[in-house]
């Protein structure tokens, strides 16, 4: 897997490629319909397939006040990518001038002559183009001119409801991970470095991996089961707090992260932690002997459910 920006020029090998254009935030059942579309017809017409995304997200640059909203950082869509089967990753730099651009030159100054796609392949509810100016139709209108066969992959439903990223964020923020899940087809799993904290955890006899929260869009608080990966390519069961810590002052918004039978330095590392499902909310207990007592409670329950497969109801 390769990844592209525009500042360079698009290697010959993968000009002529079919081109899965959208976001892809999340990489969920609907995007995965999309890239999936290009696949395919990459290989039917035996081209390169390139999925492009968009950094930062584009409604960042018109609504900077909104809260964090993330759902995957690139790195993590470039792995998706890959493992779908795509060959290269390009990434649109999304800033005032991209923001400017009209549909006739996104068309034919970018997809056209930059990129050389020879097929474009997005969601039906596409949209391009200076003060989104550009649509699906309008795509295959001015794609044909061009030489660029484009076409739009329909929504995919579950129960009845459109898949989306704004469907994901609502699951996430109402404790639900586990419709999370059924939509993305994967966990939502949080990726960061792990931080030297106050060491409250080891004192307590819960030692934790604390990662920052950054851009991404912030579950429901509360205690979770999940399983986290490290940058050995190592998987651990554990339990995790991911909220501001009520009992401890001030109040600090991390990811604990506590893996079960670990023994090990994992300051400065990167760890990426699935939440697999949501145990209760946070909660500002009595004293430390509770904290300890509820700690106990929730690692026992978070290894039933990992030991069961994961699921709740």
């Known amino acids: 897997m390769r990844r592209l920006t525009l500042d360079q020029p698009v290697p010959p090998e993968l000009r002529g490629a079919i081109l899965a254009l959208g976001n892809f935030d999340g990489f969920h059942l609907g995007h995965q319909a999309v890239v999936g579309r290009a696949i395919q017809r990459g290989a039917h017409e035996r081209r390169p397939v390139i999925v492009a995304t968009f950094d930062p997200h584009p409604v960042t640059l018109f609504r900077p006040d909104l809260p964090p909203f993330r759902l995957t950082t690139l790195d993590q869509r470039e792995t998706l990518f890959a493992h779908a089967g795509a060959d290269a990753m390009l990434v649109f730099r ?28 997005t969601g039906e509810d596409f949209t391009f183009g200076h003060g989104r100016g550009g649509n699906a139709a309008l795509l295959a209108e001015m794609g044909a001119e061009h030489g660029i066969a484009a076409e739009t992959v329909g929504a995919v439903l579950v129960d009845g409801q459109r898949v989306s990223s704004g469907l994901v964020r609502e699951a996430l923020a109402a404790g639900a991970p ?27 006899g819960w030692p934790t991996a604390n990662v920052a929260l950054g851009d991404y869009q912030r579950p429901a608080y509360g205690i979770y089961a999940v399983r986290a990966t490290l940058d050995d390519g190592s998987e651990h069961a554990g339990v995790a707090n991911l909220g501001i810590r009520p009992m401890f002052s001030p109040p600090k918004e991390l990811l604990e992260v506590h893996l079960f039978d670990f023994a090990g330095d994992l300051y400065d590392r990167t760890i990426e932690t699935a939440l697999i499902a949501y145990l209760r909310p946070e909660a500002d207990l009595s004293g430390l002997d509770e904290l300890k007592a509820q700690m106990a409670r929730d690692a026992a329950a978070a290894r039933a459910i990992l030991a069961a497969g994961g699921a709740t109801a």
């Open 94 to 121: 999304f800033d005032a001038d991209l923001a400017a651009t009209t549909a006739e030159e996104f068309v034919a100054g970018l997809l056209s002559e930059r990129i050389g796609a020879a097929g474009v392949v």
């Open 178 to 204: 586990e419709v999370a899940t059924r939509l993305l087809t994967r966990p939502f799993a949080i990726a960061g470095t792990v931080e030297r904290g106050d060491r409250r955890g080891r004192e307590l």
